[in-house]
């Protein structure tokens, strides 16, 4: 049998051991220990980087100024377009005066005649195209102009239904004097006949005095400069005249072969004019045919049709009167802004004091140009009213006769004729000063579309443009004198080369014609090689690897270096045309949204106590500012800064993003703006809109500052991260310090549980045996089911109140480590 205090120490061991698994507990559960366990502590991020610097905030202020100053001149230049638009349109009246040009031009230019032969046959036809001499000129005149100009018999005079001929078909040439030829030797004796000088001849010739029955003969005033009438101009006294009256196409079939057979057209005559107008009531308007017939020395005879259409519906409805007014309103406008512009300028120096930038000097040109335009409209009226009168003078019936020498008393005929030369001398002028007019309205086209470009570039990928063109004009002025110098020895070597033989190349003008239509590559290259296919060839080979391929091309390498240039120059702030309309749109939102809110605070502080209960009320805001400060802001951002950087480069040292430091890449704040004049909303969206516009975007070329403001920005949220694992690490190495000064009284718990810690003496039946301190047993642990085993048998032995006994004869206890229970 187990002894009593053999027990007891037994039991008191189980009981120390379930005591030290209890302290084991405690100490797993120690709040110590559970620091390994916590979760670590949120990373500390980094600030965000400014999105707007003091460098992109130049940029965008530079932009901004730009933009406003160039987008606010498109509302008039549209206003004056659009204007000068209808006006064109209204005066000009081209479609119809198109129409009747092309008819009359068709009617004329297909005139064909045929000549007879000495055999009594016909020739071949004769048109403009193909006359050789005065005699096929007098056979086109005589029998295919007249009866073209004279009409039917029912509506004589009316050529195309509605073009009726004003008065009579006018000749008009200029001759030279006759001299001997400045030929000398064996060539004038074989010869033997005269030539024309420069002078102008201004004597009778012909007929002269021819008697007709009694009394004293008349000359034919065909025949005398002047032709007798009174109050002609000046040069046209020393001009022959010659009247075709087609309204009686016999009598001025006759006519004609009464000049012919008076050789009213000889070797003297140099200039042979054949002048008509038609008035179209339809569409109102004249048209002045000009036939102009050269006889050249080398006996070639040019001829050149001419005509001139002239509009005399002025002002048929209200429209046209308002359209003028509104334009004439609009320039006057426009003068004062221009004035208003000078008295503002800022420069310096004579035409910079006066005329304010460039853009000012093309307003100026434009309101020139425009005034020139009004002046020359104002003498249009005035001319087409006195043409009015005179064709009225000249009355609606047939002309008198043709003075002739058959005609004795021909005063009749003669102020007529005079008149009628005024009437086709005033249409001539007005045609001029209407030309004058077209030629100034294409040249304030081009003025508008200058200021249309203006106003383009306050979008600044169009403004890199300009600013290439700008910028290269010096480099492509020398590549033009280089170019002319080429093209025109090009010219002149064709003209000798093909000269001779081709009428492209036969004169000097014809020759940079063509040499024109080669570089852009329509010349007739296969007349050249059928006169000349060597010299064609080596010529337009030279020319195309010299012009073409070499010269040309430099344009292209000139514009891709300066667009270069101008895109670096051109700053951050170059939005594309999508980026600009969504920041136009929030733009005019912001503002429609704060005029709104104005108007409803108005609205509401005048409605009655009643009545405001149904609206709601709005909320305070300050008074925006008016117009951005540019000047103030560019000045308050640029104000030491270049200083600034220089120090700071020669400085290796970290420097800390500071506001109130003037560095290129310090953020700008919504207080400087404020300080510089800007109302807060209005310093919001600014910073707003800077930010929209530069994006982060990275200029293609670093300057030193610029690479320092982008190393030091890098640089800063490098500090920034490193600061951040930096406190990372101090919050771990304080846990570890913590988890260091925890072992020492782990250790003491410890020590203090090892010494309850006893060998078992008695072993128990029915308890396995404890693992031994040593051997291979040390360090293991009892399992679950072992000691849910140990459990009950101490429950058990607790229960029966004493040790259990042997089942053995002899009843002696079994020592510790023999037996099994």
Same mark, same amino acid.
């Given at each position: 049998?187990?002894?009593?205090?053999? /027990?007891?120490?037994?039991?008191?061991?189980?009981?120390?051991?379930?005591?030290?698994?209890?302290? !084991?507990a405690?100490?797993?559960?120690?709040?110590?220990?559970?620091?390994?366990?916590?979760?670590?502590?949120?990373?500390?991020?980094?600030?965000?980087?400014?999105?707007?610097?003091?460098?992109?905030?130049?940029?965008?202020?530079?932009?901004?100024?730009?933009?406003?100053?160039?987008?606010?001149?498109?509302?008039?230049?549209?206003l004056?377009?659009?204007?000068?638009?209808?006006?064109?349109?209204?005066?000009?009246?081209?479609?119809s005066?198109y129409?009747?040009?092309?008819?009359?031009?068709?009617?004329?230019s297909?005139?064909?005649?045929?000549?007879?032969?000495?055999?009594?046959s016909?020739?071949?036809?004769?048109?403009?195209?193909?006359m050789?001499?005065?005699?096929?000129?007098?056979?086109?005149?005589?029998?295919?102009?007249?009866?073209?100009?004279?009409g039917?018999?029912?509506?004589?005079?009316?050529?195309?239904?509605? $073009?009726?001929?004003?008065?009579?078909?006018?000749?008009?040439?200029?001759?030279?004097?006759?001299?001997?030829?400045?030929?000398e030797?064996?060539?004038?004796?074989?010869?033997?006949?005269?030539?024309?000088?420069?002078?102008?001849?201004?004597?009778?010739?012909?007929?002269?005095?021819?008697?007709?029955?009694?009394?004293?003969?008349?000359?034919?005033?065909?025949?005398?400069?002047?032709?007798?009438m009174?109050?002609?101009?000046?040069?046209?006294?020393?001009? #022959?005249?010659g009247?075709?009256?087609?309204y009686?196409?016999?009598?001025?079939?006759?006519?004609?072969?009464?000049?012919?057979?008076?050789?009213?057209?000889?070797?003297?005559?140099?200039?042979?004019e054949?002048?008509?107008? /038609?008035?179209?009531?339809?569409?109102?308007?004249?048209?002045?045919?000009?036939?102009?017939?050269?006889?050249?020395?080398?006996?070639?005879?040019? $001829?050149?049709?001419?005509?001139?259409?002239?509009?005399? +519906?002025?002002?048929?409805?209200?429209?046209?009167?308002?359209?003028?007014?509104?334009?004439?309103? *609009?320039?006057?406008?426009?003068?004062?802004?221009?004035?208003?512009?000078?008295?503002?300028?800022?420069?310096?120096?004579?035409?910079?004091?006066?005329?304010g930038?460039?853009?000012?000097?093309?307003?100026?040109?434009?309101?020139?140009?425009?005034?020139?335009?009004?002046?020359?409209?104002?003498?249009?009226?005035?001319?087409?009213?006195?043409?009015?009168?005179?064709?009225?003078?000249?009355?609606?019936?047939?002309?008198?006769?043709?003075?002739? *020498?058959? #005609?004795?008393?021909?005063?009749?005929?003669?102020?007529?004729?005079?008149?009628?030369t005024?009437?086709?001398?005033?249409?001539?002028?007005?045609?001029?000063?209407?030309?004058?007019?077209?030629?100034?309205?294409?040249?304030?086209?081009m003025?508008?579309?200058?200021? /249309?470009?203006?106003?383009?570039?306050?979008?600044?990928?169009?403004?890199?443009?300009?600013?290439?063109?700008?910028?290269?004009?010096?480099?492509?002025?020398?590549?033009?004198?280089?170019?002319v110098?080429?093209?025109? $020895?090009?010219?002149?070597?064709?003209?000798?080369?093909?000269?001779?033989?081709?009428?492209?190349?036969?004169?000097?003008s014809?020759?940079?014609?063509?040499? *024109?239509?080669v570089?852009?590559?329509?010349?007739?290259?296969?007349?050249m090689?059928?006169?000349?296919?060597?010299?064609?060839?080596?010529?337009?080979?030279?020319?195309?690897?010299?012009?073409?391929?070499?010269?040309?091309?430099?344009?292209? !390498?000139?514009?891709?270096?300066?667009?270069?240039?101008?895109?670096?120059?051109?700053?951050?702030?170059?939005?594309?045309?999508?980026?600009?309309?969504?920041?136009?749109l929030?733009?005019?939102?912001?503002?429609?949204?704060?005029?709104?809110?104005?108007?409803?605070?108005?609205?509401?502080?005048?409605?009655?106590?009643?009545l405001?209960?149904?609206? +709601?009320?709005?909320?305070?805001?300050?008074?925006?500012?008016?117009?951005?400060?540019?000047?103030?802001?560019?000045?308050?951002?640029?104000?030491?800064?270049?200083?600034?950087?220089?120090?700071?480069?020669?400085t290796?040292?970290?420097?800390?993003?500071?506001?109130?430091?003037p560095?290129?890449?310090?953020?700008?704040?919504?207080?400087?703006?404020?300080?510089?004049?800007?109302?807060?909303?209005?310093?919001?969206?600014?910073?707003?809109?800077?930010?929209?516009?530069?994006?982060?975007?990275?200029?293609?070329?670093?300057?030193?500052?610029?690479?320092?403001?982008?190393?030091?920005?890098?640089?800063?949220?490098?500090?920034?991260?490193?600061?951040?694992?930096?406190?990372?690490?101090?919050?771990?190495?304080?846990?570890?310090?913590?988890?260091?000064? $925890?072992?020492?009284?782990?250790?003491?718990?410890?020590?203090?549980?090892?010494?309850?810690?006893?060998?078992?003496q008695?072993?128990?039946?029915?308890?396995?045996?404890?693992?031994?301190?040593?051997?291979?047993?040390?360090?293991q642990?009892?399992?679950?089911?072992?000691?849910?085993?140990?459990?009950?048998?101490?429950?058990?032995?607790?229960?029966?109140?004493?040790?259990?006994?042997?089942?053995?004869?002899?009843?002696?206890?079994?020592?510790?480590?023999?037996?099994? /229970?």
């Amino acid at each position: 049998m187990v002894r009593a205090e053999d /027990f007891q120490s037994t039991h008191r061991s189980h009981v120390e051991a379930a005591e030290v698994l209890r302290r !084991a507990a405690q100490v797993s559960d120690d709040t110590v220990t559970n620091l390994r366990e916590r979760d670590p502590p949120e990373p500390v991020k980094p600030s965000g980087l400014p999105t707007v610097s003091r460098a992109e905030f130049r940029d965008f202020i530079i932009a901004e100024r730009q933009r406003a100053e160039a987008c606010g001149t498109l509302p008039l230049t549209i206003l004056l377009w659009i204007t000068f638009l209808c006006v064109t349109v209204n005066h000009g009246n081209i479609s119809s005066v198109y129409r009747i040009r092309r008819c009359l031009h068709k009617t004329i230019s297909e005139i064909r005649v045929a000549q007879p032969l000495p055999d009594g046959s016909l020739g071949p036809a004769t048109s403009l195209a193909n006359m050789t001499s005065t005699e096929e000129v007098w056979a086109w005149l005589s029998q295919g102009l007249v009866p073209a100009l004279g009409g039917s018999q029912r509506r004589p005079g009316y050529t195309c239904t509605f $073009n009726r001929l004003v008065g009579r078909v006018m000749l008009r040439q200029s001759r030279r004097t006759v001299g001997a030829c400045k030929v000398e030797g064996p060539l004038a004796d074989y010869y033997r006949g005269e030539c024309r000088s420069s002078s102008t001849s201004q004597g009778s010739f012909g007929r002269g005095v021819v008697g007709a029955g009694t009394g004293a003969g008349v000359a034919d005033p065909a025949f005398v400069a002047g032709s007798g009438m009174s109050g002609i101009s000046e040069d046209n006294q020393r001009r #022959f005249f010659g009247w075709l009256d087609t309204y009686r196409q016999q009598d001025a079939q006759d006519r004609a072969r009464q000049l012919a057979a008076g050789s009213w057209c000889d070797d003297a005559t140099s200039v042979l004019e054949v002048q008509a107008a /038609f008035f179209n009531a339809e569409v109102q308007a004249f048209t002045l045919m000009s036939l102009t017939f050269t006889f050249e020395g080398g006996g070639l005879v040019r $001829n050149k049709l001419e005509l001139s259409p002239l509009s005399t +519906r002025i002002y048929p409805t209200a429209w046209y009167i308002t359209v003028d007014i509104v334009w004439v309103l *609009l320039i006057t406008v426009f003068f004062f802004m221009a004035l208003q512009d000078a008295f503002d300028s800022k420069g310096e120096g004579g035409t910079t004091r006066r005329c304010g930038s460039w853009w000012v000097v093309l307003d100026w040109l434009s309101i020139a140009v425009g005034l020139a335009l009004v002046g020359f409209f104002v003498v249009f009226l005035q001319g087409v009213d006195e043409l009015e009168k005179q064709v009225g003078i000249l009355g609606g019936g047939l002309p008198p006769p043709t003075a002739t *020498l058959m #005609f004795r008393n021909a005063s009749a005929s003669l102020l007529y004729d005079g008149s009628l030369t005024n009437v086709l001398e005033e249409i001539d002028d007005i045609i001029f000063y209407k030309m004058c007019q077209r030629l100034g309205m294409f040249w304030y086209c081009m003025l508008l579309l200058c200021r /249309f470009f203006r106003g383009f570039t306050g979008q600044p990928r169009i403004r890199v443009i300009g600013l290439t063109f700008e910028k290269a004009s010096a480099d492509v002025t020398h590549f033009g004198i280089l170019l002319v110098a080429i093209c025109e $020895n090009f010219a002149l070597g064709g003209c000798v080369l093909f000269g001779p033989e081709l009428s492209d190349w036969a004169s000097v003008s014809s020759a940079h014609r063509s040499t *024109l239509a080669v570089l852009c590559g329509q010349a007739d290259f296969a007349a050249m090689y059928d006169v000349a296919p060597l010299r064609a060839t080596i010529w337009l080979v030279m020319f195309i690897v010299s012009v073409v391929f070499l010269v040309a091309n430099m344009v292209v !390498a000139i514009l891709v270096d300066y667009y270069h240039e101008a895109k670096v120059d051109s700053g951050l702030a170059a939005t594309g045309i999508f980026d600009q309309a969504y920041i136009f749109l929030k733009t005019c939102d912001w503002k429609l949204g704060y005029h709104y809110r104005t108007v409803h605070h108005f609205v509401y502080s005048r409605l009655s106590p009643s009545l405001r209960r149904f609206v +709601r009320e709005p909320s305070d805001e300050p008074k925006r500012t008016q117009f951005i400060p540019y000047d103030e802001l560019l000045d308050a951002v640029l104000e030491g800064t270049q200083e600034a950087v220089e120090q700071e480069m020669l400085t290796t040292d970290a420097v800390p993003i500071d506001p109130a430091q003037p560095f290129p890449w310090n953020p700008v704040t919504k207080e400087l703006l404020v300080s510089c004049g800007c109302d807060p909303s209005t310093a919001d969206h600014l910073l707003w809109k800077c930010a929209a516009s530069i994006g982060g975007r990275l200029p293609d070329a670093f300057p030193a500052d610029k690479l320092f403001f982008e190393f030091q920005n890098a640089m800063h949220g490098s500090y920034e991260l490193l600061d951040a694992i930096g406190e990372e690490l101090h919050a771990w190495l304080a846990d570890r310090v913590v988890d260091l000064g $925890n072992i020492e009284p782990r250790q003491r718990k410890l020590e203090d549980a090892s010494v309850t810690i006893q060998p078992m003496q008695v072993a128990l039946e029915g308890v396995p045996e404890l693992p031994v301190l040593d051997g291979g047993g040390y360090g293991q642990a009892l399992g679950e089911a072992e000691l849910m085993q140990v459990g009950d048998r101490l429950l058990e032995l607790q229960g029966e109140g004493g040790p259990a006994t042997d089942s053995s004869e002899t009843g002696a206890v079994v020592p510790y480590g023999q037996g099994n /229970f």
